[in-house]
């Protein structure tokens, strides 16, 4: 990987500074500290979410979508399933930038918003060929939290080789194509995202939370896994080592972990990862013994700093055949919480804090995406498996950490009833439940300097229009699905 610059390194570290000691300086009254801040929706298409019901004042706006005219790049189209994605204050100017993964397109945009987040000039940054793999969720690195950065980690998901890339979010656009950005010693498997802990969580460390979206297969035996890399060096990506997560007492199985249980955990490593295969790999976990989870979605780190930076939480979709469990494997989807032991990161404690097997179709319907913060966590549904019993669309839910309650928080607005606005997001006919999906919701409060603001990213699938075709130039993909992201303001902490 090229070297990022050193002059964007020491600016960007130097206004995020300036940016955090300003984030106390909110009104009693509630006043949002940066006053530039303007959330009104320059999109002409309306937000495709809707709060539900005990969450009526949340604030929602549209930022971006595909069907959107940047004034100072009119050709730019913001892709199709905009998923992994960061936010950063601009470190050559005033404004912000915001990097989006395109899943689908296997390509990374960069989108330019003015003081008033106003989105003002888009372009890529990796297109279809540098990409390579689908770009799931990511994780922008920056100094002030992870003690290295900026860099975007941008996982491979299409197949056990896939790897993580790791992309200058200031990088030149010439450089779209490029296959080279990838970062062997994180290992090869079908990833969802990379996640470094905070630089406070292991001090003197890199110590990256990896998710392996992986269902299990006689070809796949291994199934999902939770992988971690380490190194001894902050920043070092190249020369750590790579281990996943197993049961002390050695049982493989998923669902021999039942809710609200406690089971002792381990990392063990995967000797000389950074050159085996990914088919090799897949070999190794499984005759280490490490749990076999069904689809490693997402991770995320608790706020709050402290011991919060090494509480995890991470996701495990779910597979069925022909609608029927999987012995072994969740169904319906489960999100685990990993508490990491304060002196060795090689060590902890696993519980199972939500499933949706218990409420077949009706409760949590295969997790994907997490935001997690000080009090919540954000869980984000994939529902379009499309499994026959269930009820409802994709939701995301709010998890009370200290009640252990969990809420549908935000729901799909797909209007099956209105002829008009099937005409207008619907070209496919598509009615089944949960055939819209959510990418990455992020917290971008401390980045503009307003109170609990959050975006929120949606794959809109049926929506679809040869307008969207090619958004990268690359030509490696015929998807002409819309995206959308959103601004949701009000969001509990």
């Known amino acids: 990987m090229r070297q990022l610059k050193t002059k964007n390194f020491a600016l960007l570290a130097t206004l995020s500074l300036v940016m955090a000691s300003c984030q106390n300086d909110d009104n009693s009254n509630g006043t949002p500290v940066n006053k530039d801040i303007d959330f009104t929706s320059h999109s002409s298409i309306p937000p495709f979410v809707f709060p539900m019901a005990g969450f009526e004042d949340m604030q929602i706006s549209t930022l971006i979508t595909s069907a959107d005219q940047l004034s100072q790049s009119p050709t730019f189209v913001y892709g199709a399933q905009p998923d992994g994605a960061g936010l950063m204050k601009n470190p050559s100017g005033e404004g912000y930038i915001l990097i989006s993964n395109h899943e689908i397109l296997q390509a990374v945009s960069r989108v330019y918003l003015d003081k008033t987040f106003k989105p003002v000039k888009g372009e ?131 669902t021999a972990m039942t809710l609200n249980n406690t089971y002792n955990v381990s990392f063990v490593e995967i000797p000389n990862a950074k050159n085996l295969t990914g088919a090799v790999i897949n070999t190794t976990v499984n005759n280490l013994g490490a749990i076999r989870f069904s689809r490693v979605e997402d991770v995320d780190y608790r706020k709050g700093g ?25 169904m319906w989807g489960r999100v685990y919480r990993l508490k990491m032991d304060a002196n060795n990161p090689l060590a902890g404690t696993l519980e199972v804090v939500a499933e949706g097997d218990s409420t077949p179709g009706t409760g949590l319907i295969n997790p994907d995406n997490l935001c997690v913060t000080e009090n919540f966590v954000y ?3 994939d529902g379009d498996s499309y499994y026959a019993a269930a009820q409802h669309d994709s939701y995301i839910w709010q998890y009370n950490i200290a009640t252990k309650q969990n809420k549908p928080w935000l729901n799909m607005n797909h ?23 959510f990418g990455a919701m992020i917290d971008i409060s401390d980045v503009i300097g307003v109170p609990d603001t959050f975006m929120v990213n949606v794959h809109p699938h049926t929506w679809q229009k040869d307008a969207f075709l090619n958004a990268d130039g690359s030509g490696r993909s015929t998807n002409k699905e819309g995206g959308q992201t959103v601004i949701i303001r009000n969001v509990q902490r």
């Not at 969580?201 to 939370?209: E, F, M, N, P, S």
């Not at 402290?306 to 072994?328: H, I, L």
């Not at 099956?416 to 439940?433: C, H, I, K, P, V």
């Open 415 to 437: 209007k099956r009833t209105d002829a008009a606005w099937n005409s207008l997001y619907n070209q496919t006919g598509e009615m089944r439940f949960g055939s819209w999906e």
């Open 379 to 381: 869980i984000q549904e």
């Open 306 to 330: 402290g011991s919060n930076s090494r509480e995890v939480y991470f996701t495990a979709t779910g597979q069925a055949t022909s609608n029927a469990p999987v012995d072994g494997y969740t």
């Open 124 to 254: 890529y940054i990796v297109d279809g060929v540098g990409g390579m793999t689908r770009l799931c969720s990511a994780t922008l690195a920056v100094p002030e939290i992870h003690g290295f950065g900026p860099i975007f980690l941008t996982a491979g998901e299409s197949g056990e080789e896939s790897m993580v890339h790791g992309i200058d979010p200031m990088g030149l656009t010439n450089d779209r194509s490029r296959t080279d950005r990838v970062l062997p010693a994180l290992g090869k498997a079908s990833m969802e995202n990379a996640v470094p802990l905070p630089k406070e969580a292991y001090q003197g460390k890199t110590v990256i939370l990896i998710g392996e979206d992986q269902s299990y297969a006689t070809s796949h035996a291994s199934a999902g896994q939770l992988i971690m890399y380490m190194s001894n060096t902050v920043g070092d990506l190249s020369n750590g080592k790579l281990y996943a997560l197993k049961r002390t007492d050695g049982n493989q199985v998923e």
